[in-house]
């Protein structure tokens, strides 16, 4: 979610000149790799990753069983564990499934193209699902070294692109110099990612105050402060 550094070559951009994190998804391990064997249903898989958000958002994380999401999408749970085998990588991926609605439009300065971020992502984090996720994502995957790690390649990385993009666009409009190391471009992206992430985060999941347009414009400005250039 926010500006950035890399221009990532791997990633083609839409038409419209926005992108979403679902692209990347490949660059950081397609979440559901399949083998031979019955295709898999599309449909199938949006009806369990809305049953588990809306279970989630009723239940919470310890209510919420495989056997009454797989009731609530309609299908059988033989179903389900073969496409999710653990409930935390369900939740995982029907979370990251939200976040894959982000996306990083070209909208004529940074400045810009970061407020139109973090507002799309503040409306994602007023849903009671993805609260109750998150929370319960956060309290679990401090206790479990692998739902980390998957919390990092399906939620964390795919929106770090946002970040690139973001700073690829300000880099052709002539906003930024472009990148001389890679190395120190990707400890940028990181850092401005987790200012983002953690300050929207915080302000909505911990502090329970609004996000509102005058607010995410006094952070934006704050956050470009040091940079006068990348102001509107």
Known sequence: MAPTTRQPAEQPHPPDGGTTPAAAAAAVGAPHARGKGRPRSAAADQAILDAT???????????????DV?????????????RWPSKSELVVDAI??????????DRGSLQADIEAVVARF???????????????????GSRDPQLRLRIRERIVQPQKVLVELGRANAQARGEMDPDRDPATADEEIGIIFDTIAGTVEHRLLV??????????????????????????
Not at 70 to 82: D, I, M, N, P, S
Not at 96 to 105: G, I, M, R, V
Not at 122 to 140: C, R, S
């Open 53 to 67: 958000r809306e279970a989630l958002a009723e239940l919470g994380w310890g209510g919420l069983t495989m056997g």
């Open 70 to 82: 797989a009731q609530r999408a309609g299908v059988a749970k033989t179903t389900l564990y073969r």
């Open 96 to 105: 990251a499934s939200l976040f894959d609605q982000l996306e990083c439009t």
């Open 122 to 140: 503040a409306e994602l984090l007023t849903l009671p699902e993805t609260q109750a996720a998150l929370l319960a994502l956060f309290a679990e």
């Open 207 to 232: 502090s329970g105050e609004p996000v509102t347009a005058d607010w995410i414009r006094r952070f934006t400005t704050l956050l470009l402060g040091p940079f006068p250039g990348l102001l509107r």
